[in-house]
């Protein structure tokens, strides 16, 4: 039920109704920007357009990114995006489970960046991938269809220990 | 040897439960074909011609006498009694069917063993000498900082998903047997100042595109060994490239950058992540030492020259060739062959495992290691146990007296059961066995490296054999190309271009490629026309050819009219 699947949201350790849809700009209608709705996110390029044309927009957005990014687009504004109160989350578009570049991102984005609010999986995301994507940052996850996000919040605890300290701990 | 700690045993436990939910969830339709061949490769389970193969880790070939027997009892229940050890110091079974890997897994569990991250696009198995801990040219014991190594690597969030498999190496040895030149990273420990650390290569390996690595970084201290490591993959997770899976490894993003810029990067992010949180403190290594047991050993005295001294010659020969210097005096390293000829090279059947498990608990502190050349290695035995040993060994087929020698051929498994393979392998080590079955014969040739791969996926690093084989395929038929001066450590460092760490060189192609019948003529050619040529025994095989290059060879294989009179250089070889 791919629906039903989008259309749950893993955050925090539990599961929530997820609002979020991906706004598409439409240029030729003049539309570049979601209106001042909730529920909106936006790809990258759209927010650095959207800092300088929403200065006061009230409901935040999600911004998207995908897999095989460049993180250093995002940070260059670091200090107005930990300024602003619109930024949902950050969320890593994976193409792919195996695209292992978001791993990396998410973890830069928390660890040299210093990225504190939240970071969400999209896109492939499988059960079996939870785990690892936890432990590089991530605190919510929307599962790829066919992937039960109630088994996937349960593989969040496949693991009690781990090597490599210096990493998050997969259960929040 | 290291023992599992409560943490690294939950670990390996929780890691089978995984893979169990796993397996239930493909073969139920839940999880797809393309889902699963990730997750199963990243816990070293194939799909291949005849049915699965599942690799079992052995980290860097440490392995003790309960482990082989739980091997030899896995094989005999879900395999056909029998295994194979690979070049990078694991073993393999051919036969398991795919809803019983859970069980083998929790079985090996019991005795703290795994499969995971040994094949896939990750970390995979840290290899390292043979002889770590008891070789006489040891600067560094390699051991606990493999083990560091190890547990930092297994199950690493971020690196789980590469642009394609990554090796790291480590000796700690004058000499180098861990081959850190033709590996993603080799690592030579060294004491600088009183300081233990590391010089780091980068970029080495084989395969498609042989490229011996570069040394990226002369010192890293031990504290840093981890977030060094670190910086090294996150630069090569972000850039490597994954568009293409034959230009993935990180050699091609070091060529593509030049060691030089991409150690420059490296460098860059290191210096911000350097003293973070993966610093490797006093406690951790104290935690991770403790852990480690160490044979405690007899005050002896050497036997004479080290070895005892025998007028029976069967027993001499193998003294001479399997049987190695050990630090301690009145000890020695035993290396037990896998290269009988007829069973495929580093197959070993369950009851060799049983008989060499019971072996490593009589005379070697119930110890033993696998080497990257598939062999196995008893490590700490007493001098004076040598003899009985031998017998106990012979009487197994375990003796052949050829470590080092022509016929301890380096193998990949090949068209026989590999589907990657171009051209069979295993019955060519067998016909050069063959071949060369005159013992007297092998140990006046020396010293020789010979190495066969399948295909141009070099598992059997047949560039750095002093002879390489590949099997090529040519309108559907299988042929063979022989490559000649490549060696794995011991080139004149001082060269540049084709010299790299630890003195590692690729062989160079030494003309078309010849039918599967040919080889073991071929092979003979190169070996008596080396005898012709060497100026004393003392002179090596790889000696000739890097003193006269490989022209001479050339001729002698290639010539029209040849005749090499091979019954004469027996003879003189004999003289
Ligand atoms: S070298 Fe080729 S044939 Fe041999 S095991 Fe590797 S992939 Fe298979």
Redesign the pocket.
């Known amino acids: 039920m791919p629906e039903s699947a989008a259309s749950k949201l893993i955050r925090n350790g539990q599961l929530e109704d997820n609002p979020w849809r991906l706004y598409q700009p439409d240029p030729a209608a003049g539309c570049a920007l979601p209106p001042d709705t909730p529920g909106w996110m936006i790809e990258l390029s759209s927010w650095k357009e959207l800092l300088h044309a929403q200065p006061g927009r009230k409901c935040p957005v999600g911004i998207v990114m995908p897999s095989d990014g460049d993180c250093s687009d995002l940070m260059l504004d670091a200090e107005a995006l930990h300024a602003r109160k619109d930024v949902a989350f950050i969320a890593i578009q994976f193409l792919q489970y195996g695209d292992g570049r978001g791993y990396s991102l998410a973890w830069m984005l928390r660890q040299e960046y210093g990225w504190s609010g939240e970071l969400r999986a999209v896109g492939d995301v499988l059960i079996d991938t939870v785990h690892y994507l936890a432990r590089c940052g991530f605190t919510s996850f929307v599962m790829k269809p066919g992937h039960d996000p109630a088994l996937a919040l349960e593989s969040l605890r496949a693991f009690s220990g781990h090597y490599q300290p210096g990493y998050a701990n997969s259960v929040a | 040897m290291y023992h599992y700690d409560e943490l690294d045993q939950g670990l390996i436990e929780q890691r089978v439960a995984q893979f169990r939910g796993q397996t239930r969830r493909f073969l139920d339709g839940r999880l797809s074909e393309d889902d699963f061949r990730t997750l199963r490769l990243q816990n070293g389970l194939y799909i291949q011609r005849h049915s699965p193969m599942l690799r079992v880790a052995i980290p860097y070939g440490m392995l003790a006498s309960y482990q082989l027997r739980k091997l030899a009892e896995i094989s005999r229940r879900w395999d056909k009694g029998y295994g194979h050890f690979t070049t990078r110091q694991n073993i393999q079974f051919n036969w398991p069917k795919l809803e019983d890997v859970p069980d083998i897994l929790a079985e090996l569990a019991t005795v703290q063993m795994h499969a995971i991250q040994t094949s896939g696009n990750c970390i995979r198995n840290t290899t390292t000498d043979h002889l770590a801990g008891v070789a006489a040219d040891e600067v560094i014991n390699p051991l606990i900082w493999c083990e560091i190594i190890r547990q930092w690597s297994v199950l690493h969030p971020e690196f789980a998903f590469l642009p394609r498999k990554f090796k790291i190496a480590v000796s700690g040895a004058a000499t180098d047997r861990a081959a850190v030149g033709v590996h993603d990273i080799g690592l030579q420990a060294m004491e600088q100042e009183g300081e233990v650390g590391f010089r780091v290569w980068v970029g080495g390996g084989l395969g498609r595109t042989p490229l011996v690595g570069h040394s990226i970084k002369p010192f890293v201290r031990w504290q840093d060994l981890l977030t060094y490591l670190q910086a090294v993959l996150r630069i090569y997770n972000l850039h490597g490239r994954r568009d293409n899976k034959y230009k993935a490894r990180i050699k091609i993003l070091v060529k593509d950058l030049t060691p030089a810029v991409f150690a420059q990067e490296v460098e860059t992010l290191w210096q911000r992540i350097k003293d973070g949180p993966d610093t490797i403190t006093q406690a951790q290594l104290q935690r991770i030492a403790h852990l480690f047991t160490w044979p405690e050993y007899e005050a002896l005295e050497d036997e004479h020259a080290g070895v005892p001294a025998t007028s029976n010659r069967a027993f001499a020969r193998w003294l001479r060739s399997n049987v190695h210097k050990h630090k301690q005096p009145g000890y020695a390293a035993v290396s037990v062959s896998l290269k009988a000829t007829g069973p495929a090279p580093g197959d070993i059947t369950a009851e060799q495992m049983e008989c060499v498990a019971e072996l490593a608990d009589r005379y070697s502190f119930g110890e033993l290691r696998v080497s990257h050349e598939q062999n196995l290695v008893l490590a700490d035995v007493r001098q004076r146990d040598l003899f009985a040993l031998w017998q106990a060994l012979d009487g197994s087929g375990l003796a052949t007296p050829n470590i080092g020698l022509l016929t301890n051929i380096v193998s990949?498994?090949?068209?026989d059961?590999?589907?990657?393979?171009?051209a069979a392998?295993i019955p060519v080590a067998r016909a050069i066995q063959q071949q060369f079955d005159d013992l007297d014969y092998l140990h006046d040739i020396g010293p020789l490296d010979l190495n066969i791969?399948?295909?141009?996926?070099?598992?059997?690093h047949h560039h750095i054999g002093h002879i390489g084989i590949l099997?090529v395929d040519k309108n559907g038929q299988e042929w063979y190309q022989v490559t000649l001066g490549g060696r794995q450590n011991g080139a004149n460092q001082g060269r540049v271009g084709r010299v790299g760490a630890g003195g590692a060189l690729l062989g160079r192609v030494i003309g078309p490629a010849f039918a599967r019948a040919q080889i073991p003529e071929v092979v003979q050619k190169l070996v008596t026309t080396y005898l012709q040529l060497r100026d004393s025994e003392n002179e090596h095989f790889i000696d000739v050819v890097e003193r006269l290059g490989i022209e001479s060879f050339k001729q002698a294989v290639y010539a029209k009219h040849a005749e090499p009179d091979d019954q004469k250089a027996k003879e003189m070889a004999h003289a």
């Open positions: 990949c498994p090949g068209g059961y590999c589907s990657l393979a171009n392998s791969s399948g295909c141009m996926n070099a598992c059997s099997g």
